[in-house]
């Protein structure tokens, strides 16, 4: 027998995952929206048949742990911890519509502590199993498919639906889907808006690298603002923009000076990755390019702009991530969002109206952050390692 | 043919080029050669104004090339250097088709073109789909010789070739060179540091130290009448007889009829290399053979001296 396990991620993402539910609540208890749960273990929350196949399955990875990891074995893990994932949603949503069963109306059965440590475990199990395949754009895309539409599936079914979560969503069902048009609608403005300066900046600063100093030194002076000091430093300049040129539709608060903070913290990386974009090409193929009677317009667009396109794809990832973000503290501002139900939520201290703000605008977050990832990944295939 | 007339070319206070003249002929092979710092690059770059001269003037075919469009003037004279700089996010075909596609050739040209240039640098027709980072060095740089031909250009300028190639596949790239050089008659500038390569390859070496001219003349002048100490050192030294022997060919000291026995040298040899077999043999004749491999007749070691 080996000391050790093979995949020591795996073994222990594996035993926390157990710990977690043993330990930490798997459901919370609550009389009503607004006071805080007592927590449900997972043996008071689960029936048996749930509870052996999720001890079958956590028993499973902890022996695929302890394999040599062939390819078949990171397989088997990569299934073993998404049918445990599906087990621990499907198992929450069964729990809270068997407790909320004759229960008063204003009951509420919340995700616990378990729930969420062992989930994130999971997925980063998954993860985990996902790189040592070293899964390209497709297999990514595949696993990330079949994870989300059966869970989509069984939301769409109402397995979810009396999770206090889900409750809070049927309350707000109409604003959250303005909520989160407005919420991508400010995060494409800005970023459109700093690609519209940034690049231009960026390539400036590539062609003439004595302002880079100054230009990156000012850039770097915005991201050092707290993001709620910006968004309300722009409320004067805004009210007075306004009253100034009435047409403008705009106003002190809303959606301009919104788009104008989110924009201001994106121009930094835009312009830096385009700097590095340019800059990462080899001299000396510019140089070939400039000797075959490349004008400097062709050389951008043919030579320097493609070759730069991975760095230039890494930083609008970051630009996107960060400003889907940032666009929660918008709403501060009255711009609307997903922020609108987390500051809705800590006004009226109730969590799920907070995490109903905040979940989605992770989940976006992680979206943007993995079509990019496949889009760099794409691109890079194609030219030299 | 290119003239280069009192060109010179400082940076602030410091003289990279002094008052550069001479003069290629068409057709010719022109190797310019001189220490690290000469200034050697930086007059091939002149040419086709990647750099800028301070002072004089540069003509091709009798025209000032100051007066020349630049663009046009740079798709007229091929450029090949060192690291090959080819474009690592095209296949091979996009990059030997770049100038062509500049000159909007129709599609059924350039395919032609490309397929033409693969068969001259000896690289096989599925060559074309690959990426640069998918060959080897020596076939990114042939890459680069057919890009550098791709649009018949009238003049070659190549900036140290096959500097950053192995010894084995240098060897067999300037054979390919001497052999394209044959087949297409380009006017071709050849910047090296390595004078062996140079009196290999060219017809005319121009010797450059601290951006001055000190020596331009044929491989054989220069090795039997070198114009300056500096130049005898630099070409040769204590070597300078065996690379005036390297100059010679087997073929043209050959004594046609019965040779003696063993393994023969061939007739296209430098006359070096059969000295040196002689010196391994301890014998003072060496059967040769010609190109079909027949013996053609011997080389004796008194011709060495003729």
């Known amino acids: 027998m080996k000391r050790a396990p093979a995949n020591k991620v795996l073994f222990l993402l594996a035993l926390a995952a157990i710990a977690t539910c043993l330990f930490a609540g798997f459901l919370t208890e609550a009389p009503n929206r607004l006071v805080t749960g007592k927590p449900l273990a997972l043996w008071q929350a689960l029936g048996t048949p749930v509870l052996l196949a999720a001890i079958l399955a956590t028993g499973a990875l902890l022996v695929l742990s302890w394999l040599r990891q062939s390819a078949t074995v990171l397989c088997a893990s990569l299934f073993a911890a998404g049918a445990l994932l599906f087990l621990l949603f499907f198992a929450a949503g069964e729990a809270a519509g068997f407790l909320m069963k004759g229960a008063r109306p204003a009951q509420r059965i919340g995700l616990g502590a378990g729930f969420w440590a062992a989930a994130f475990c999971l997925v980063m199990a998954m993860i985990d199993a996902a790189q040592r395949l070293k899964l390209g754009p497709a297999g990514r895309l595949l696993v990330a498919t079949s994870l989300l539409l059966p869970l989509a599936a069984m939301a769409r079914w109402g397995i979810f639906d009396q999770l206090s979560l889900l409750r809070e969503y049927a309350a707000q069902r109409d604003a959250f889907a303005a909520q989160a048009v407005r919420h991508c609608a400010l995060v494409a403005a800005a970023v459109a808006a700093a690609l519209a300066c940034g690049v231009p900046l960026g390539l400036l600063v590539a062609r003439r690298p004595h302002i880079a100093g100054a230009v990156f030194g000012t850039l770097n002076l915005l991201q050092t603002i707290p993001s709620i000091a910006l968004f309300g430093l722009l409320i004067a300049p805004f009210s007075a923009l306004a009253a100034a040129v009435p047409g403008l539709g705009i106003a002190g608060i809303g959606a301009a000076p919104a788009i104008v903070a989110l924009m201001l913290y994106a121009l930094l990386p835009v312009a830096r990755n385009t700097q590095a974009g340019i800059a990462a090409a080899d001299p000396a193929i510019i140089e070939a390019a400039r000797a075959m009677g490349f004008t400097p317009r062709q050389i951008l667009w043919r030579v320097e702009l493609p070759l730069g396109a991975p760095v230039f794809i890494a930083g609008l990832r970051i630009v996107l991530v960060q400003a889907i973000g940032l666009a929660a503290v918008a709403a501060l501002v009255g711009a609307g969002g997903f922020g609108s139900f987390i500051f809705q939520g800590i006004g009226q201290y109730a969590t799920d109206l907070v995490l109903l703000g905040a979940i989605p605008t992770i989940l976006l977050a992680l979206a943007a952050d993995f079509v990019l990832g496949i889009a760099a990944q794409l691109l890079l295939r194609k030219e030299s390692a | ?306």
Not at chain 2, 7 to 18: A, M, N, T
Not at chain 2, 21 to 45: M, N, Q, W, Y
Request: with cysteine; proline share 5%; net charge neutral.
């Open chain 2, 1 to 306: 043919m290119i003239e280069l007339e009192g060109v010179s070319r400082s940076y602030g206070d410091r003289r990279v080029v002094e008052d550069l003249s001479f003069t290629v002929e068409d057709g010719a092979f022109c190797a310019i050669v001189g220490p690290s710092g000469s200034g050697k690059s930086t007059s091939l770059r002149m040419i086709n104004r990647l750099i800028e001269p301070s002072a004089g003037t540069i003509r091709i075919a009798g025209e000032d090339i100051a007066t020349l469009g630049l663009t046009r003037l740079r798709r007229r004279i091929g450029y090949v250097i060192q690291s090959g700089g080819l474009f690592p996010h095209w296949t091979v075909e996009d990059n030997i088709a770049t100038v062509p596609r500049l000159l909007r050739w129709d599609e059924a040209r350039v395919a032609e073109r490309v397929r033409a240039l693969l068969e001259l640098v000896r690289l096989g027709h599925e060559t074309r789909r690959k990426y640069p980072h998918e060959l080897s060095g020596g076939q990114q740089q042939r890459v680069g010789v057919a890009r550098a031909l791709a649009a018949d250009p009238e003049i070659l300028l190549m900036d140290e070739p096959f500097g950053a190639l192995d010894p084995l596949t240098r060897q067999a790239l300037r054979a390919e060179l001497a052999r394209i050089q044959e087949a297409t008659r380009k006017t071709i500038l050849f910047v090296t540091h390595d004078i062996d390569e140079a009196l290999l390859l060219a017809d005319r070496i121009a010797i450059l130290r601290d951006g001055r001219l000190l020596q331009y003349a044929t491989p054989q002048e220069i090795l039997t009448r070198p114009a300056s100490a500096f130049v005898r050192e630099f070409v040769g030294g204590a070597a300078l007889g065996l690379k005036l022997l390297a100059q010679r060919r087997v073929r043209d000291h050959l004594h046609p009829g019965a040779a003696p026995a063993g393994e023969p040298v061939a007739q296209d040899a430098p006359m070096s290399e059969a000295l040196s077999e002689m010196v391994l043999r301890g014998a003072e004749f060496l059967p040769v053979r010609d190109a079909g491999g027949r013996i053609a007749g011997s080389v004796a070691l008194a011709d060495m001296l003729r």
